[in-house]
């Protein structure tokens, strides 16, 4: 039995090598909110009350190009919604724990972490205080994020325009879906949503942010029936 | 106002994050349904990066020879090869910045 202190620090240390990646991901959305014409305490702001990186960006992109407010949450819903799946997951694990504990860890459930603390709890069903690894992996990676947006909105008030910085946007979404590439139905998924959003593109208030995916898993359902 | 819209935002994302581990059973999500969530970021990410690359600041459709366009099919490759996030995007601006500043 893994003592809580030695779980929490294991969770650490699991997560330790995404931060390769979550750490400029975060410079990036600080410096892109600034670059966007954001208010510094806003662009912070969204870290701690949604923290979720690439739900930020969108966010603040759909925002600055003059979508509705109702259409920049429902598309943070989208994006967010895959959390649904990691809560399903997890569950198994976190059981036992009071509702209050619930509630608390649920906050910190991010891509990164879960992958990591999923991966653990796998091979370590038996430990009592499993919760501690998920709360390690979690607290790393929200003081990260923390510390790396606010180095990013430093730094893009530094950034001199002409860069052209918003080109880090697609680009840091490509980073995040090139390994699917890999399956095909994963490639016709995305040639799906691509192309629905460029014809949907002059839709009232940017809705085709939320129409192209909702088409895009419509297909992605279909495929799978068909697979079976 | 923007404020308002982020707290929505923000308890709207814990809500997706808390719902399956506090509130409802885990079953109650079945298979077919986890099996279409892990299609979700094959379904949102590519609705942002198509029009970000494709359609200039004024939604018109930019040129085949656009510097955007040769950005993108770097980042792809060295995505793909690499598996490396950092590669992925500097390697896209770099190649945007040398032909933006270059040529």
Same mark, same amino acid.
């Given at each position: 039995?893994?003592?809580?202190?030695?779980?929490?620090?294991?969770?650490?240390?699991?997560?330790?090598?995404?931060?390769?990646?979550?750490?400029?991901?975060?410079?990036?959305?600080?410096?892109?909110?600034?670059?966007?014409?954001?208010?510094?305490?806003?662009?912070?702001?969204?870290?701690?009350?949604?923290?979720?990186?690439?739900?930020?960006?969108?966010?603040?992109?759909?925002?600055?190009?003059?979508a509705s407010s109702l259409v920049?949450?429902?598309?943070?819903?989208?994006?967010?919604?895959?959390?649904?799946?990691?809560?399903?997951?997890?569950?198994?694990?976190?059981?036992?724990?009071?509702?209050?504990?619930?509630?608390?860890?649920?906050?910190?459930?991010?891509?990164?972490?879960?992958?990591?603390?999923?991966?653990?709890?796998?091979?370590?069903?038996?430990?009592?205080?499993l919760h501690y690894h998920l709360?390690?992996?979690?607290?790393?990676?929200?003081?990260?994020?923390?510390?790396?947006?606010?180095?990013?909105?430093?730094?893009?008030?530094?950034?001199?325009?002409?860069?052209?910085?918003?080109?880090?946007?697609?680009?840091?979404?490509?980073?995040?879906?090139?390994?699917?590439?890999?399956?095909?139905?994963?490639?016709?998924?995305?040639?799906?949503?691509?192309?629905?959003?460029?014809?949907?593109?002059?839709?009232?208030?940017?809705?085709?942010?939320?129409?192209?995916?909702?088409?895009?898993?419509?297909?992605?359902?279909?495929?799978?029936?068909?697979?079976? | 106002?923007?404020?308002?819209?982020?707290?929505?935002?923000?308890?709207?994302?814990?809500?997706?994050?808390?719902?399956?581990?506090?509130?409802?059973?885990?079953?109650?999500?079945?298979?077919q349904i986890k099996e279409v @969530?892990?299609?979700?970021? !094959?379904?949102?990410?590519? *609705?942002? &990066? +198509?029009?970000?690359?494709?359609?200039?600041?004024?939604?018109?459709?930019?040129?085949?020879?656009?510097?955007?366009?040769?950005?993108?099919?770097?980042?792809? @490759?060295?995505?793909?090869? !690499?598996?490396?996030?950092? *590669?992925? &995007? +500097?390697?896209?601006?770099?190649?945007?910045?040398?032909?933006?500043?270059?040529?």
């Open positions: 039995m893994l003592s809580k202190k030695q779980l929490f620090t294991k969770g650490m240390v699991d997560v330790t090598p995404h931060m390769l990646s979550v750490i400029p991901f975060g410079i990036i959305t600080g410096a892109i909110g600034i670059d966007l014409g954001f208010n510094p305490y806003l662009v912070y702001g969204m870290s701690v009350i949604i923290f979720g990186g690439a739900s930020q960006i969108v966010f603040l992109q759909l925002l600055s190009g003059g920049a949450v429902t598309s943070v819903g989208v994006i967010n919604s895959r959390h649904l799946l990691y809560g399903a997951v997890l569950s198994e694990y976190l059981e036992k724990l009071s509702l209050m504990k619930k509630l608390l860890i649920s906050y910190i459930v991010v891509d990164q972490g879960f992958a990591e603390s999923n991966k653990f709890f796998k091979h370590n069903k038996k430990e009592q205080y709360i390690g992996t979690g607290c790393t990676l929200w003081v990260c994020w923390q510390v790396a947006t606010l180095s990013g909105i430093i730094l893009g008030s530094f950034v001199p325009e002409e860069l052209g910085l918003k080109f880090a946007i697609p680009l840091t979404f490509i980073a995040i879906v090139v390994q699917d590439l890999k399956k095909i139905d994963h490639v016709i998924v995305m040639i799906v949503s691509g192309i629905s959003s460029l014809l949907f593109f002059d839709l009232p208030f940017k809705s085709y942010i939320i129409i192209s995916p909702i088409v895009a898993l419509f297909i992605a359902a279909l495929l799978l029936r068909l697979k079976k | 106002m923007t404020w308002i819209t982020i707290i929505i935002a923000g308890v709207l994302t814990y809500f997706t994050r808390m719902t399956m581990i506090a509130i409802v059973r885990r079953d109650l999500l079945g298979d @969530l892990t299609f979700v970021p !094959s379904a949102v990410f590519p *609705a942002i &990066i +198509f029009p970000a690359i494709f359609l200039n600041d004024y939604g018109a459709y930019i040129e085949l020879y656009d510097p955007k366009i040769f950005g993108a099919i770097i980042a792809i @490759l060295v995505g793909y090869f !690499s598996k490396n996030v950092v *590669a992925t &995007i +500097f390697s896209g601006l770099l190649s945007y910045w040398i032909i933006i500043f270059i040529f």
